[in-house]
């Protein structure tokens, strides 16, 4: 039945053909001589022309939209540009008479987004959310591609964890057996540690925290794409690194993903050669002189950061923005201190587009530094010796940073929440479906 099937996307290549397709019912229109059915598949929509007793014979199978179908027809010349099958044949593999628990298409836009949520396996479906599915495939793809080009090696660090990889932030507790353990909030130290094997490191894969956030901005388990590299002179090489690597991204995105980023309305960001750079405390001072907030306070708030986010744009031309310099206070156990200013780290935030994207920097690599940090925070050595082991027999000077995928993502798109981003998205409150 699907040996001879043919992508909707593909149809174009066949005009004059006559070809099968199949997929999913999402719409009917019925005029006084002709109907039109439009066909959803995994790759995209085609119109479909039948006759006014092809329709009535849908509508006596009760096939209404989420109907399986397989479709067969002449590929033709459709209107404003675009392809459609005529001269079709219909067959139902599977009628759905129960009305959508959500419309699809521009019904969509009038479903609440916890609605939404509620109905993703439906709701995903839909074209426009689909897209954006794709679009985060695709930027996976590109960050994949982009660090094996320059000699790093993808690993698999475990999401289950004795200890809290970084203080400060809340983390979710499991029964593992007679002992407890907990979600991982980052690769971090596995991959401090594999550097010491590979160099070059990076790592695709879910990571959780449990932060009470409700905001448009915060989800508790999102994908960090995770990147490590040894024998660094500074901070700013690995941010160079990085910038390197958001133009791979980028750039993969508008070869792979040309037909979803236009159906998005997509603007690409401005990404530089080299990207724009203010230290901490002179992006305080300039946020005091515009009246946005206070000169001195440890970290930015989201305004603040939207406020940066303009100016890099009107002073550079760039959608991006290095914050580095912040404050050790601010900072994990492992950050390296920046040479001056006194309490600076050797790290950075990379605003995309006003909004904290990556969080990254220089790390401590001498043992003797790295046994103090971790006495000064009261934790006992013996939780973290496999961690210590690495640096008591040898590290070189390292960085790296961390992306999170679906804030990449909701800033590349424009989405209003973070949630839209993420195909089955757990906050404080969801856990189904």
Request: proline content about 7%; some cysteine; glycine content about 10%.
């Amino acid at each position: 039945m699907f040996e001879q099937r043919v992508r909707t996307t593909a149809v174009r290549e066949r005009i004059g053909a006559r070809v099968r397709v199949a997929g999913w019912l999402m719409t009917i229109r019925s005029l006084s001589k002709v109907g039109f059915l439009v066909l959803r598949d995994g790759w995209g929509t085609l119109q479909v022309v039948v006759t006014p007793a092809q329709l009535e014979r849908l509508q006596q199978q009760r096939a209404g939209p989420g109907s399986v179908l397989v479709v067969e027809g002449v590929a033709r010349d459709g209107p404003n540009e675009t392809v459609e099958l005529g001269e079709a044949t219909v067959e139902v593999l599977e009628a759905i008479a129960e009305p959508l628990p959500v419309p699809l298409g521009r019904g969509l836009a009038n479903a609440k987004l916890p609605t939404q949520l509620d109905h993703a396996p439906t709701v995903l479906r839909d074209p426009k959310r689909r897209a954006v599915l794709r679009v985060a495939a695709a930027s996976v793809e590109g960050f994949r591609r982009t660090l094996g080009a320059e000699g790093f090696t993808e690993i698999h660090t475990p999401r289950l964890v004795a200890t809290a990889t970084e203080s400060g932030a809340n983390v979710f507790e499991v029964k593992y057996f007679e002992q407890t353990a907990y979600l991982a909030q980052s690769p971090q130290l596995y991959k401090q540690i594999m550097v010491g094997v590979f160099e070059r490191v990076f790592e695709v894969g879910p990571v959780f925290r449990a932060e009470p956030h409700a905001t448009v901005r915060h989800l508790a388990e999102y994908l960090s794409l995770d990147v490590e590299m040894g024998f660094i002179a500074s901070h700013l090489e690995v941010a160079a690194m990085l910038g390197h690597v958001l133009r791979g991204m980028v750039e993969h995105l508008g070869h792979a993903c040309a037909t979803e980023l236009e159906q998005l309305g997509v603007v690409m960001p401005a990404i530089p050669p080299t990207l724009p750079r203010v230290e901490f405390v002179q992006a305080r001072a300039m946020i005091a002189g515009a009246g946005i907030g206070p000169e001195h306070a440890p970290d930015l708030a989201p305004a603040e950061e939207k406020w940066l986010g303009q100016w890099a744009h009107r002073e550079h031309g760039s959608d991006v923005l290095l914050v580095t310099g912040y404050p050790m206070s601010k900072r994990p156990f492992y950050t390296h201190p920046a040479a001056e200013p006194a309490g600076a780290s050797a790290s950075f935030d990379l605003l995309l587009r006003g909004t904290e994207l990556v969080t990254g920097g220089q790390r401590l690599h001498r043992y003797a530094d790295v046994l103090a940090a971790i006495d000064a925070m009261g934790t006992p050595r013996e939780t973290l010796a496999g961690y210590l082991e690495a640096f008591r027999y040898g590290m070189p000077p390292h960085g790296g940073f961390a992306i999170g995928l679906e804030r990449f993502v909701a800033q590349l798109v424009g989405l209003d929440n973070i949630r839209q981003a993420r195909a089955f998205p757990r906050d404080t409150t969801r856990l189904h479906p």
